[in-house]
């Protein structure tokens, strides 16, 4: 009985060590998460507008479509928060090579990254690596790797086996936020004891509800409700 009290108390401040790397990762995944949707949901802008912003040293990240010398698609950031596009026809008179000739005038120059139609095709999520955000952006690269070696180092998560949370991580795009938020135990529970849940996940249940997870993502984009916590932002910025 000692012995037990005993462990018990020297696995008391390795419990709140890792409920405090719980909340680090899940911090940072859910920082990361939002610039991205707030990136791939830009406030409509022209392209001169993109240069005038340019030439005021107002923009740090740019992203851009082009095929061959044609521009198809150009993204800017004034602030991680705040993104802004300009499609067709503003691009039509505005060329690649003006681009690169507009970037190479200013300095500092902003972060530049030249985005692919095939991206997000992959079976892993492209979000946690190629988040926009100047210089810092490997920081969620690192939580996400860091939080699926856990998931793959737990040896009987409480919501569903590993072979569900695999699919939830991959295909599911945010299966890494809900792992922290839901595994061991719910993070609001802090260090207090929880139940097992009443049935857990087998791997083709994780496939299926990662599948209906991609369905949500995209129904959420389709009403505009990302490109709403946008404005929301800009309102708030000006006040």
């Known amino acids: 009985m000692r012995l037990q009290q005993e462990t018990l108390v020297m ?3 390795y419990r709140i060590v890792g409920l405090w790397v719980r909340v680090v990762l899940l911090v940072v995944l859910l920082w990361g998460a939002l610039l991205t949707v707030l990136s791939a949901n830009p406030r409509e802008r022209s392209a001169t ?22 521009l198809r698609g150009l993204r800017w950031s004034s602030g991680p928060l705040f993104w802004y596009q300009a499609k067709e026809p503003s691009t039509l008179t505005y060329m690649r090579r003006d681009l690169m000739d507009d970037l190479s005038a200013v300095a500092p120059r902003p972060v530049v990254r030249w985005g692919s139609s095939d991206d997000g095709e992959g079976l892993f999520p492209d979000w946690p690596f190629q988040v926009p955000v100047p210089h810092v952006g490997w920081l969620v690269k690192v939580a996400w790797i860091a939080t699926f070696v856990i ?10 086996n590993r072979w569900a949370w695999f699919w939830l991580f991959t295909v599911g795009d945010i299966g890494a936020i809900l792992f922290l938020f839901f595994e061991p135990r719910a993070v609001w529970r802090g260090l207090g004891p929880q139940g097992p849940a009443s049935g857990r996940m087998a791997g083709g249940q994780g496939c299926l509800m990662a599948i209906c997870l991609q369905f949500l993502i995209a129904a959420f984009a389709a009403v505009e409700i990302f490109g709403g916590v946008q404005t929301l932002f800009e309102v708030l910025a000006r006040s």
């Open 49 to 70: 507008d993109f240069q005038a912003a340019l030439r005021a040293g107002q923009i740090t990240y740019v992203i851009y479509e082009a095929s061959d010398d044609h």
């Open 151 to 160: 998931m793959i180092g737990t040896a009987r998560p409480r919501l569903g």
């Open 11 to 13: 696995r008391g401040p």
